[in-house]
């Protein structure tokens, strides 16, 4: 049972270009949260996900971030507009339907914006 | 809405001894208490949790406790072994919402 995949695993961006990070959830897990990740510190909470649907959003810059999980298809953190200060590791978790206190976390994409 | 501190920030200890980190959380709504072990370059890896109907949870060498009244958990790990030396992180979330994290320890086991 693969776990929770992302890719790409590194990611460099110039300032101002647009970065697509992609997630694909354990099997049979419906939910996808998405956390960021600034060297040294905690992870912190963007956006949680169902099917087609944006559960909360509250941690999310209100600009050029956005995040959809389409009925097909992995998840995706999309950033437009990319500046220095988005340079961080964004971490996709997913959760099963049945029980989604546990969360089960993929391997982290590293984005740089030169 | 909530707000999780940890310490210590940084830990180091002797292989063979115990490591125990401290989490206060916030929000008295909050009943779930995960915690995540993560090396370096890779995603956190629940370690053990706790729900707020028990005080105590117990895996081989790591041991969480929970007080409610007083809002704070704890990880405890026994025999310590070099490969713990890791970041830990723990966190609160009320059933059904994201997490909260706490700011991290990093934890050093000395051969």
């Known amino acids: 049972n693969a776990g929770v995949m992302q890719n790409p695993r590194h990611l460099v961006r110039r300032r101002g270009q647009e970065a697509r990070l992609r997630c694909s959830p354990m099997k049979g897990h419906s939910h996808v949260y998405w956390y960021r990740q600034l060297p040294e510190e905690g992870l912190k909470f963007m956006v949680y996900l169902q099917k087609e649907n944006i559960i909360d959003e509250s941690g999310m810059p209100k600009e050029r971030f956005s995040a959809e999980f389409p009925k097909e298809g992995p998840s995706i953190l999309r950033i437009q507009q990319v500046v220095r200060g988005d340079s961080a590791a964004y971490f996709c978790?997913?959760?099963?339907?049945?029980?989604?206190?546990?969360?089960?976390f993929g391997p982290g994409t590293r984005l740089t914006v030169l | 809405g909530e707000n999780v501190e940890q310490h210590p920030s940084t830990l180091s200890v002797q292989e063979g001894d115990s490591a125990v980190i401290k989490c206060t959380y916030s929000?008295?709504?909050?009943?779930?208490f995960p915690w995540y072990k993560q090396e370096l370059g890779k995603g956190p890896q629940l370690i053990i949790d706790i729900r707020s109907n028990v005080g105590e949870k117990k895996d081989q060498r790591i041991a969480v406790t929970l007080n409610k009244t007083a809002k704070h958990f704890s990880l405890h790990i026994t025999e310590t072994q070099p490969e713990d030396s890791a970041v830990y992180f723990c966190?609160?979330?009320?059933?059904?919402?994201?997490?909260?994290f706490g700011p991290g320890t990093r934890l050093s086991v000395l051969p």
């Open positions: 929000d008295s709504a909050s009943n779930y």
């Open positions: 966190a609160a979330s009320n059933y059904g919402q994201n997490f909260v």
């Open positions: 978790a997913s959760s099963p339907q049945a029980s989604y206190n546990e969360q089960f």
